[in-house]
């Protein structure tokens, strides 16, 4: 049941300017969100894009995995492990290319709309990273900044931690008047969901009309530890998706959410079930096609094209089922038309917009974990 009341707060949004939002908030299964104007819209100067980063040569591949598991008790055996999953590349990873096309992409964009908005690319675990980023911001003069972060959906490690990344870059580079706002989530925009409809679209139709009554959708993300997922949207969100594009692609296929590239001790439980695991599951005398949707990342990078094309494609060929995999949204034209659309609603106050549920705005509890989580494995990108 939707409830509504107003009050004032520090939104986590805006939490690095500590921007004061008076607001009517509509709550709903997926979270709180606003759905009236911030009462003084500030002038943003620059764009940051906020990514994961990644190796791009041989050599970067362990100082990259050393970045991303500091302060985690990760062995260096588990190191070397994955160093030989990127060493199938060539030890390149192809996110950083990737993002790079998308800032051309979403410069183009923006420009078609005479828009001359700079746009600075910064990452968690890699270089540029998001410190240099910022530094360079501000050498560059500006002070009101936009961050949009490529991770559509409410974690602690897709969006919460990047809102602490942006705080520590404000407070180490010491500047008052320095504003980074982060867009916020983008899951359940319009342009979001018919940009994955519409490639999922185009791989079923690979799918002969013999063949699609043993075909299924397997909806894909990322696996996070249940204990992250308790104090977040994630889930939720991810049902929520996964629910509308059956609906809308193929109302008569049975689908299911599975996850991959879990990590960490057994012993943490994560979600599940792996995808994986789950095709060894499959009743493959009622199904004998899967097609892949990988609704948890917006771009073909390693987990992409290590975990889902090369280890579940293989398995799945092992086992006599045919796999077909959905390309992400990387570059869409109606993607980077999303990007373009969230950065005027936070430039000009418009009201945000969804398709599912309510826009989501992050509030300062949002995706909090008990503790930072040491052991909590190693993520790639």
Not at 214 to 239: D, G, V
Request: proline letters at 6%; charged letters at 25%.
């Amino acid at each position: 049941m939707l409830s509504t009341h107003t009050k004032e707060m520090d939104c986590l949004v805006g939490d690095a300017a500590q921007v004061s939002y008076k607001v009517h908030w509509r709550e709903d299964q997926f979270g709180f969100a606003p759905f009236a104007r911030k009462e003084s819209m500030p002038k943003y100067e620059a764009i940051l894009l906020l990514s994961f980063g990644g190796p791009e040569s041989k050599e970067d591949v362990i100082p990259f995995l050393k970045n991303v598991t500091s302060g985690k008790a990760v062995p260096l055996e588990r190191l070397q492990e994955v160093e030989a999953q990127y060493a199938l590349f060539d030890g390149i990873s192809p996110i950083n290319q990737q993002n790079r096309d998308l800032i051309t992409a979403l410069a183009e964009e923006l420009g078609r709309y005479n828009s001359e908005l700079p746009i600075y690319f910064g990452n968690r675990n890699w270089e540029p990273f998001i410190q240099d980023a910022v530094e360079q911001i501000v050498n560059d003069g500006h002070r009101k900044v936009l961050a949009f972060v490529t991770s559509a959906f409410g974690s602690y490690s897709g969006c919460r931690q990047y809102q602490e990344d942006i705080n520590n870059a404000v407070e180490n580079i010491q500047v008052d008047d320095l504003t980074i706002d982060k867009i916020r989530l983008f899951w359940n925009h319009p342009k979001y969901l018919s940009a994955v409809e519409n490639l999922i679209k185009e791989t079923m139709l690979e799918i002969s009309a013999e063949k699609r009554a043993t075909t299924k959708l397997l909806f894909s993300a990322h696996s996070i530890p249940e204990a992250w997922s308790e104090t977040s949207p994630y889930t939720s969100q991810l049902m929520a998706i996964s629910n509308e594009m059956s609906n809308r692609v193929a109302p008569d296929l049975k689908w299911d959410l599975v996850f991959q590239s879990r990590s960490g001790p057994p012993a943490v439980p994560w979600l599940e079930p792996d995808i994986v695991d789950y095709l060894d599951q499959i009743d493959k005398e009622n199904t004998d096609t899967v097609v892949v949707v990988p609704i948890g990342f917006l771009s073909d990078h390693m987990e992409v094209k290590f975990d889902l094309d090369t280890q579940a494609a293989n398995h799945a060929k092992e086992m006599g089922i045919t796999m077909l995999r959905v390309p992400t949204v990387g570059v869409h034209k109606t993607f980077v038309t999303m990007i373009r659309e969230l950065i005027e609603e936070a430039l000009d106050g418009k009201q945000p917009i969804a398709e599912i549920g309510t826009p989501w705005i992050c509030t300062p509890e949002c995706c909090a974990i008990r503790r930072r989580p040491e052991s909590q494995g190693l993520e790639r990108e």
